[in-house]
C-alpha cells in the first residue's frame, strides 16, 4: 500500500484511538467557509495522482490530493471537462476538497452537480478503515450511494482518499451573449421561458452595475452545444432580447471564458465587500421564484435558482425567513472582514428541523463514531 496512504491511515487511527480531532486540508482555499476551524490540520495534499483515466469511457480515477488544476488540464488535452465547472477560490485546491465542498459553477442548473458525477469513492472513516464504495460505471449501486453521500460533506464523515468521476467532451461550440436593459424580473422571466424551449443554454448570469454611468442592468448568458443549435439559439435569443427593448451583443470568446471562470472563483468586481461589515449570503431557491425585495446588491445565476447577495449578519433571520417563504435556504457563504466569528454565531447555514437533524447525527454516528471529525464545521459543537 502507497506509503501517504498509510500515513492518513494512521493519523486517523492515533486520533481515535487518543480522543483527537483531525481537520482535514488540502489547499486549503476554502478555508473560508463554515463554522470554526478546529482540530489538527491533517493535510492531504501528499496522497496525489491520476489513478488511470479512460477518455473513451468518460471516466477517471484521481487521488485526494491531486491538484484540481492538473485534473482539468489532462482531461483538455484529450477533449474532454468537468462539466459542473468546480470553482477554485484560489490556486491549490485539490480533487478531494472540490468532492468534500460539493460546490458547481456556472452550469449547474443545466448540467447536474458535483454529486451527479461522482461514480465511486474510497474514503477513510472515523475508525481508521479505509472502505470502497460505488465503481468507475453509472450502473453499478446496489444499496445505499454513499459515495456521493461524501460530496458535500465538507470532511465531516470521512477523508475522501480516490474518487472516480465520470466527464464529458467539451461542446463543439461555445457562444456568451451579453444583454443590456433587463431588469432582474424580465431577466428571469426571458431566462425561464427559453428554459422550456429547445435552446441550448448552458449558463446565465444577471447583476445590475451600480458603477456605470448610468446605472445598467446587465444579464449573460451562454450556450453550447452542437454548431448549428448554437448559431440559431443565437438568432432567435437576440430576437426575444430586442423585442424587450435590450441592447445585445455577442461577446469575445476569450474575454467570455474569463469571465464564466471568474464568476465560478468569485473573482468578479461584484464579488469584492462593499464594505468590511457585510457578509455575503448564498440563496439557493427554486428557479421560478420571484424577485426578492431586499435593499441588497444581487448577482443571480443559475437560472434565478442562485442568488447571491451583501448584507450584515444581524440580517440573517429576515434572510433566511424570506428564502423559505419561496421553497428556500440561505447561507451565510463568506463572513464579514470586520467581525468573522461575531456573524458567524449568527448561523452559517439554515437550521435542520427535526429530522434532518436526527439523520444527519445518525450519519455521523456511523462514520465517525469517535468524532474524530467533529470539527464543528457544519454546525457548531
Known sequence: MDAELNFLIDAVR????????????????????????????LDTRG????VSYEPSELVVTVRCGTPLAELESALAEKGQCLAFEPPHFGEGATVGGMVAAGLSGPARATVGAVRDYVLGARFINGL?????????????????????????????????????????????????????GLAQG??????????GQPLPLNASAWVRDTMAQPVADYLFVRLRGAVAAVQSAKVKMSADALALGAQ??????????????ASADQSLAFFEAPSPDVCLWRLS???????????????????GAQRWLW????AAVALRELAQSVG????LFRASAAHASLDKAAGVSTPLDAVQQRIQQQLQQQFDPKGVFATGRLQPI
Open 14 to 41: 492515533a486520533a481515535a484511538g487518543q480522543g483527537r480531532t483531525l481537520r482535514l486540508r488540502g489547499g486549503g482555499t476554502k478555508d473560508f467557509w463554515g463554522h470554526s476551524l478546529t482540530g489538527e490540520v
Open 47 to 50: 496522497y496525489r495522482g491520476i
Open 128 to 180: 481508521g478503515e479505509h472502505l470502497t464504495f460505488g465503481g468507475q460505471v453509472m450502473k453499478n449501486v446496489a444499496g445505499y450511494d454513499v459515495s456521493r453521500l461524501m460530496a458535500g460533506s465538507w470532511g465531516t464523515l470521512g477523508l475522501i482518499t480516490e474518487v472516480s468521476l465520470k466527464v464529458l467532451p467539451v461542446a463543439p461550440a461555445e457562444a456568451s451573449l451579453m444583454i443590456v
Open 186 to 195: 424580465p431577466a428571469l422571466d426571458l431566462l425561464h421561458r427559453w428554459g
Open 248 to 261: 445585445v451583443q455577442q461577446m469575445d470568446k476569450a474575454e467570455a471564458v474569463q469571465d464564466w471562470r
Open 285 to 303: 431557491l427554486p428557479q421560478t421564484a420571484p424577485v426578492l425585495d431586499l435593499p441588497y446588491p444581487f448577482y443571480t445565476e443559475w437560472q
Open 311 to 314: 448584507a450584515p449578519s444581524s
Open 328 to 331: 428556500g435556504h440561505a447561507t
